[in-house]
């Protein structure tokens, strides 16, 4: 980034973060309304109050006492939409429509605001050419000439001459340090998910600023089967109008169970979603989501990006209206065109509020969304840069293979056996759990954990501490030896003797070999992509990667590789000559050439997370949506639920069966909650 494009930046910044609120603070000024008397009349809105953060409530408030101006550009946009229908003039078309150039009315200048101010904010880096720099002067002078009309402003003190004062006025650096240090705290948005799609040497980086933090933290009390709008900015595209138009036309290859595409628009290229909300509160399952759809996007539409060694996106809130954040690109970010010049693309969606209980479903779902994008097109041509970087933020208004393995023939011999499987039903199991003992790993109350995994080994209990980037290691009675800390955040996790483990650190496409005694990591597994369930068996590692099954041994080194029943795969158990795995609804049990032995698919099934087995082939799984574990037969045939939320379960993100002592292990996601369960069998049915 050169000196030249950080002073355009800061001078562009002077009129988006200072012009551009009081220009919207005079037009609701000029109304005549008293700011006390708006306060009172939000206040008894209620409707339109449960649609404001924190901050924005803390912003309402200030009108009892600094009358507008403490109102920023977004809450004054709503206010407008919402209060001053009669007073303000509106666009000629309708709120939220994107003004062309000959609509020069009040209402489409407000729209000219907010959407700058928007798309400014969060930009991917401080990087103005030239053009674009000399094209927001223009726009923002006319505007401000239009504005200055329409509020009786003398030309000679308006807002169009400070505008045009910003252009040439001189900065020095500590000033301009100060301006692009208040564009980047707009947001503070950090890099949440980083993971392949499906083109070698490809990523996509998606980021998160702390509206939308705070704005799922808000779904978590809304109804999970409930939707979240929201939108996904793709940055730097070029023939961004022609993408619009292909990407609108992919509505139905682009939908799934917890994600409905809404619509593309310009400028970024911007895409409107809709998403379940059970899947938006569930990390792992929204990452997936996200990223199936971007792979079939990337893919369907030969998208090319202008940045070569970098993409940025953006997820963003797209309720009514919303707040877009800035990208802080890591130090390394390189590439030598000015952004800004290329189009954008923002994806508008909405999801199941619960893909945003856990990391490991949100994670799911944001992978399976881009590999969608990717696909079903030229994804080569379409992304034209080695790492992709996406943006999450609360809005406005299948997956691929890295390899297909899986032809169309083996899928139709994978169907037809089991179409020939007889269906399974509800049964009294000969299984029976007795509880053993209930602990607390949390050291306090306020402290925070996020487990994905556990495992059991002898007196030893493990679990993967996903938001400390740390193992937790207790004894059986729940106390806690110790932690190891770890450079990733793990994921899965497997045994490999008494005294060792692997972890899948899925997004880092690391799996990492821990030895518990010494606290230490012993080896460093460098992954082709980003790898999910992880099991141990014969001297070799069985990994999830992209959908298929990794064979390889404790070096790394790849030995074969197995197709999976389904592409949204992602955690898996082998044992006898055979492996179990599931996707969210269904449990599959495969030889090792990949042949589908059985399947378990029912509707009271919504959210699996890991499954184990015991020594007779019995298969038992998590729902984190209800809140139980299952046990199925070896056959697939029978089924039933043996611990549910009654027994203490919420969210349950861990199981593990110790086939020395019949125990089963469970652990909760967030709450510090693990049990311990005494497995008893009879070997007749009754």
Same mark, same amino acid.
């Given at each position: 980034?050169?000196?030249?494009?950080?002073?355009?930046?800061?001078?562009?910044?002077?009129?988006?973060?200072?012009?551009?609120?009081?220009?919207?603070?005079?037009?609701?000024?000029?109304?005549?309304?008293?700011?006390?008397?708006?306060?009172?009349?939000?206040?008894?809105?209620?409707?339109?109050?449960?649609?404001?953060? /924190?901050?924005?409530?803390?912003?309402?408030?200030?009108?009892?006492?600094?009358?507008?101006?403490?109102?920023?550009?977004?809450?004054?946009?709503?206010?407008?939409?919402?209060?001053?229908?009669?007073?303000?003039?509106?666009?000629?078309?309708?709120?939220?429509?994107?003004?062309?150039?000959?609509?020069?009315?009040?209402?489409?200048?407000?729209?000219?605001?907010?959407?700058?101010?928007?798309?400014?904010?969060?930009?991917?880096?401080?990087?103005?050419?030239?053009?674009?720099?000399?094209? %927001?002067?223009?726009?923002?002078?006319?505007? $401000?000439?239009?504005?200055?009309?329409?509020?009786?402003?003398?030309?000679?003190?308006?807002?169009?001459?400070?505008?045009?004062?910003?252009?040439?006025?001189?900065?020095?650096?500590?000033?301009?340090?100060?301006?692009?240090?208040?564009?980047?705290?707009?947001?503070?948005?950090?890099?949440?998910?980083?993971?392949?799609?499906?083109?070698?040497?490809?990523?996509?980086?998606?980021?998160?600023?702390?509206?939308?933090?705070?704005?799922?933290?808000?779904?978590?009390?809304?109804?999970?089967?409930?939707? *979240?709008?929201?939108?996904?900015?793709?940055?730097?595209?070029?023939? +961004?109008?022609?993408?619009?138009?292909?990407?609108?036309?992919?509505?139905?290859?682009?939908?799934?169970?917890?994600?409905?595409?809404?619509?593309?628009?310009?400028? +970024?290229?911007?895409?409107?979603?809709?998403?379940?909300?059970?899947?938006?509160?569930?990390?792992?399952?929204?990452?997936?989501?996200?990223?199936?759809?971007?792979?079939?996007?990337?893919?369907?539409?030969?998208?090319?990006?202008?940045?070569?060694?970098?993409?940025?996106?953006?997820?963003?809130?797209?309720?009514?209206?919303?707040?877009?954040?800035?990208?802080?690109?890591?130090?390394?970010?390189?590439?030598?065109?000015?952004?800004?010049?290329?189009?954008?693309?923002?994806?508008?969606?909405?999801?199941?509020?619960?893909?945003?209980?856990?990391?490991?479903?949100?994670?799911?779902?944001?992978?399976?969304?881009?590999?969608?994008?990717?696909?079903?097109?030229?994804?080569?041509?379409?992304? $034209?840069?080695?790492?992709?970087?996406?943006?999450?933020?609360?809005?406005?208004?299948?997956?691929?293979?890295?390899?297909?393995?899986?032809?169309?023939?083996?899928?139709?011999?994978?169907?037809? +056996?089991?179409?020939?499987?007889?269906?399974?039903?509800?049964?009294?199991?000969?299984?029976?759990?007795?509880?053993?003992?209930?602990?607390?790993?949390?050291?306090?109350?306020?402290?925070?954990?996020?487990?994905?995994?556990?495992?059991?080994?002898?007196?030893?209990?493990?679990?993967?501490?996903?938001?400390?980037?740390?193992?937790?290691?207790?004894?059986?009675?729940?106390?806690?030896?110790?932690?190891?800390?770890?450079?990733?955040?793990?994921?899965?996790?497997?045994?490999?003797?008494?005294? *060792?483990?692997?972890?899948?650190?899925?997004?880092? /496409?690391?799996?990492?070999?821990?030895?518990?005694?010494?606290?230490?990591?012993?080896?460093?597994?460098?992954?082709?992509?980003?790898?999910?369930?992880?099991?141990?068996?014969?001297?070799?590692?069985?990994?999830?990667?992209?959908?298929?099954?990794?064979?390889?041994?404790?070096?790394?080194?790849?030995?074969? *590789?197995?197709?999976?029943?389904?592409?949204?795969?992602?955690?898996?158990?082998?044992?006898?000559?055979? %492996?179990?795995?599931?996707?969210?609804?269904?449990?599959?049990?495969?030889?090792?050439?990949?042949?589908?032995?059985?399947?378990?698919? /029912?509707?009271?099934?919504?959210?699996?997370?890991?499954?184990?087995?015991?020594?007779?082939?019995?298969?038992?799984?998590?729902?984190?949506? *209800?809140?139980?574990?299952?046990?199925?037969?070896?056959?697939?045939?029978?089924?039933?639920?043996?611990?549910?939320?009654?027994? $203490?379960?919420?969210?349950?993100?861990?199981?593990?069966?110790?086939?020395?002592?019949?125990?089963?292990?469970?652990?909760?996601?967030?709450?510090?909650?693990? %049990?311990? %369960?005494?497995?008893?069998?009879?070997?007749?049915?009754?």
């Amino acid at each position: 980034m050169t000196s030249v494009d950080k002073n355009r930046c800061a001078k562009c910044s002077m009129v988006v973060l200072e012009v551009f609120p009081m220009i919207m603070q005079d037009l609701m000024a000029q109304t005549g309304t008293q700011a006390k008397s708006l306060y009172n009349a939000i206040m008894r809105n209620a409707p339109f109050k449960r649609k404001l953060n /924190k901050s924005e409530l803390d912003m309402v408030d200030t009108l009892q006492t600094d009358e507008y101006t403490k109102i920023d550009v977004s809450l004054s946009y709503k206010i407008i939409v919402n209060f001053f229908q009669l007073s303000i003039p509106p666009p000629s078309r309708q709120w939220g429509a994107n003004p062309i150039d000959t609509e020069i009315g009040i209402g489409e200048d407000i729209e000219r605001i907010r959407r700058e101010r928007n798309r400014f904010v969060h930009r991917v880096n401080a990087n103005i050419s030239e053009p674009t720099f000399e094209t %927001f002067f223009v726009t923002f002078i006319e505007v $401000g000439k239009r504005i200055d009309a329409y509020l009786k402003k003398p030309p000679n003190n308006g807002y169009a001459q400070t505008v045009g004062k910003y252009k040439t006025c001189v900065l020095d650096p500590e000033i301009e340090k100060k301006l692009l240090d208040a564009r980047a705290d707009i947001e503070q948005l950090e890099e949440k998910y980083r993971f392949d799609i499906g083109i070698p040497g490809k990523e996509i980086h998606i980021f998160v600023g702390k509206s939308t933090e705070a704005a799922i933290e808000k779904n978590k009390a809304e109804k999970e089967e409930s939707y *979240t709008k929201l939108k996904i900015i793709i940055h730097e595209v070029d023939d +961004s109008e022609e993408v619009v138009k292909l990407i609108n036309s992919l509505k139905e290859d682009l939908n799934s169970e917890n994600m409905n595409f809404k619509g593309a628009e310009n400028g +970024s290229i911007i895409l409107f979603i809709d998403v379940k909300n059970r899947v938006v509160l569930d990390d792992g399952l929204f990452q997936g989501e996200v990223s199936t759809f971007i792979q079939i996007l990337f893919k369907l539409c030969n998208l090319k990006c202008n940045f070569h060694t970098q993409t940025y996106a953006v997820i963003a809130s797209a309720a009514e209206e919303f707040e877009e954040p800035t990208i802080n690109l890591p130090d390394k970010t390189t590439g030598t065109s000015s952004m800004g010049d290329k189009g954008h693309v923002v994806v508008n969606f909405e999801v199941k509020n619960k893909i945003f209980h856990s990391p490991d479903s949100f994670n799911r779902t944001l992978n399976g969304f881009f590999k969608t994008l990717v696909m079903k097109g030229k994804g080569q041509n379409l992304l $034209g840069k080695t790492d992709v970087y996406a943006e999450l933020v609360k809005s406005e208004k299948e997956a691929a293979y890295a390899q297909t393995l899986t032809s169309e023939e083996n899928t139709t011999t994978t169907a037809d +056996s089991f179409a020939q499987a007889q269906t399974p039903v509800k049964y009294n199991l000969p299984v029976s759990v007795t509880l053993r003992q209930q602990f607390n790993i949390k050291k306090s109350e306020n402290e925070i954990q996020n487990i994905c995994s556990c495992i059991k080994t002898g007196n030893t209990l493990v679990l993967t501490d996903w938001s400390n980037k740390r193992l937790i290691i207790c004894n059986s009675d729940g106390t806690i030896i110790n932690h190891i800390p770890l450079f990733y955040p793990p994921w899965y996790i497997t045994e490999l003797d008494s005294d *060792t483990v692997a972890v899948s650190c899925t997004n880092d /496409k690391t799996i990492l070999i821990i030895h518990i005694s010494t606290r230490s990591v012993t080896s460093t597994i460098k992954t082709r992509g980003n790898c999910d369930g992880i099991s141990y068996h014969n001297n070799n590692l069985y990994v999830v990667i992209w959908s298929i099954i990794h064979v390889m041994d404790l070096t790394g080194k790849l030995i074969h *590789t197995i197709p999976l029943p389904s592409a949204d795969i992602y955690d898996i158990t082998v044992e006898r000559g055979r %492996f179990v795995c599931i996707d969210d609804t269904s449990i599959y049990c495969c030889s090792f050439d990949g042949k589908l032995m059985w399947k378990l698919i /029912k509707e009271n099934i919504q959210d699996l997370r890991r499954v184990t087995t015991d020594n007779e082939g019995n298969v038992y799984v998590i729902d984190a949506y *209800t809140d139980t574990v299952l046990v199925v037969n070896d056959d697939g045939q029978h089924y039933r639920e043996i611990i549910t939320k009654s027994d $203490g379960l919420v969210k349950p993100s861990g199981i593990y069966f110790d086939k020395n002592e019949n125990i089963l292990f469970v652990c909760n996601y967030s709450d510090g909650k693990a %049990f311990l %369960f005494d497995v008893k069998k009879q070997h007749n049915l009754t």
